[in-house]
């Protein structure tokens, strides 16, 4: 049973418009949520975060925003460049020492 | 600074083999670790993690096991591969278990044949 849903599998935009990537979870202890970006052969680096106390974290380009009711989460880039292209994953934990649990993760292609 | 190594980088094994994935981490003590698997339209799925020597916990039942006979090395092995073992592993570690986010390895492709 997946608890960290990312329901798109793939996102294509044009370089300069905003990238909209979505995530959904289902576990409502989780307090602290994670965005994580990955090429090809290598391992995921560390994007942006957010705890549940907010509702928005901005850093550059890139934007998380956390609905808690909706229990979903949103990562905003903007403007999209095509060296955003990567896997995104979405990643979500529990303050209660657990490991972080993560998406299937969503393909952003973005064309110049 | 503190560095994550992984190896191999890429393992082509047959079926039935056993299989020793070696991860080590750099300038830090006493991290938490974590092995992930990344395989075809699963996502990121986490195998094992350990707060400490010799303190494994399992989240998926499996064909694999993990050590950590060492502070900052954690080994993922496996007695007799399976095809579906067949994916891209990662080792993580973290200063406990939020806040910082994980740092990765570079990853090992595991193709079993």
């Known amino acids: 049973d997946q608890q960290v849903k990312q329901n798109s599998p793939s996102l294509s935009v044009q370089e300069g418009r905003i990238s909209i990537l979505n995530c959904d979870y289902t576990?409502?202890?989780?307090?602290?949520f994670l965005w994580y970006k990955k090429y090809p052969a290598e391992g995921p680096t560390f994007l942006i975060s957010?705890?549940?106390?907010?509702d928005k974290n901005e850093d550059g380009r890139f934007t998380v925003f956390l609905n808690k009711s909706a229990k979903h989460l949103s990562l905003h880039i903007v403007p999209s460049q095509p060296g955003d292209s990567a896997v995104y994953f979405c990643?979500?934990?529990?303050?209660?020492?657990?490991?972080?649990?993560f998406g299937k993760g969503t393909t952003l292609s973005v064309s110049s | 600074s503190q560095t994550i190594h992984q190896w191999p980088a890429t393992l082509v094994q047959p079926v039935g083999s056993p299989l020793s994935l070696e991860c080590t981490v750099e300038?830090?003590?006493?991290?938490?670790l974590y092995w992930y698997r990344q395989a075809a339209g699963r996502g990121l799925q986490l195998l094992f993690y350990?707060?400490?020597?010799?303190?494994i916990s399992s989240e998926v039942p499996q064909n694999l096991s993990a050590s950590r006979p060492q502070d900052r090395q954690f080994i993922l092995s496996s007695k007799k591969l399976l095809l579906s073992d067949s994916g891209f592993y990662l080792c993580?570690?973290?200063?406990?278990?939020?806040?910082?986010?994980?740092?990765f390895g570079s990853g090992t492709r595991l193709t079993v044949v």
């Open positions: 993580a570690w973290s200063v406990g278990f939020t806040l910082g986010g994980y740092t």
């Open positions: 576990n409502s202890m989780f307090d602290y």
């Open positions: 957010i705890s549940s106390i907010k």
């Open positions: 990643a979500a934990s529990a303050q209660a020492g657990t490991a972080l649990i």
């Open positions: 300038g830090t003590s006493n991290p938490n």
């Open positions: 350990s707060v400490g020597i010799g303190q």
